[in-house]
Structures are given as structure tokens and as C-alpha cells.
């Protein structure tokens, strides 16, 4: 959807209901003192930060996709597809076989691991 800029520095966006109100639960739970509007410009920057991090820090991975309980991240370095998975509870490399792994540690770091979240197991 266009996002027309009204020339005072923001720009409007639609967000679907549902995520509006996840977000606004997290906005009440965490007392923050700035609007909420505000505060998802905050989240929306740090998006674009995190994506600038991990560019510099790990250049040769990038994200593929989700696909039931696996996240895919291509690897330039070695040349490989890696399968980064839920296993007791840790992010779990199958192509290191180690939960502590520069693909498990850029997998935590991408907003996709979010989908890998009806894997887990609460209460462990
Ligand atoms: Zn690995």
C-alpha cells in the first residue's frame, strides 16, 4: 500500500488489527513513556539497524525461508543451504550439529526465527 508523506516527517501505514493489538499489549506491559506510535517507529528503526548489523557482521549469510520447524540460510563461505531447527528447546544447526554456531546465532537474530516460536515448549 502507498505510504503518502503529509511533509511533516512521517509517513502512514495501515497495520493489521491483529498485530496492532500484540503490539499494543507489549506497548502496556513494558511502561514505556512515548506514545505508541512512536515506539513502533522505534522498532521499525532498529529493524532497519539490526539488517545494517548483520550485513557487516556475517556478509556471507542470508535468509531463505521458513518451512514448517526450519529456517534456511544460505551460506556464500561454504557454499551451502544450512537447516537451523528447534531441538530440546535451543536452536539447533544441523549442518554444525551445535545450538552456538554463527548460523544459530544469525538465525536468533532474524525476525523469521518468530515463526519457529509453535515449536518450543513453554515451562522448560
Ligand atoms: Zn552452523
Redesign the pocket.
Known amino acids: 500500500m502507498l505510504m503518502e508523506s503529509k511533509g511533516d516527517g512521517y509517513r502512514r501505514t495501515p497495520i493489521k488489527e491483529g498485530v496492532f493489538l500484540k503490539l499494543k499489549e507489549i506497548y502496556n506491559n513494558i511502561g514505556i513513556d512515548k506514545g505508541i506510535s512512536g515506539w513502533i517507529s522505534d522498532i521499525l528503526s532498529l529493524y532497519v539497524m539490526k539488517h545494517e548489523f548483520l550485513k557487516i557482521y556475517a556478509p556471507y549469510l542470508s535468509y531463505i525461508a521458513v518451512h514448517d520447524n526450519e529456517l534456511y540460510i544460505k ?1 556464500n563461505k561454504i557454499d551451502k543451504i ?1 537447516e ?1 531447527t528447534i531441538r530440546d528447546n535451543k536452536i539447533y ?1 544441523k ?2 550439529e ?1 545450538d552456538n ?4 546465532m544469525y538465525a536468533i537474530a532474524l525476525l523469521e526465527i518468530g515463526k519457529l516460536t509453535k515449536y518450543l515448549k513453554k515451562d522448560q
Open positions: 551460506d544450512v537451523i544447526c549442518y554444525c551445535r554456531c554463527i548460523h544459530a
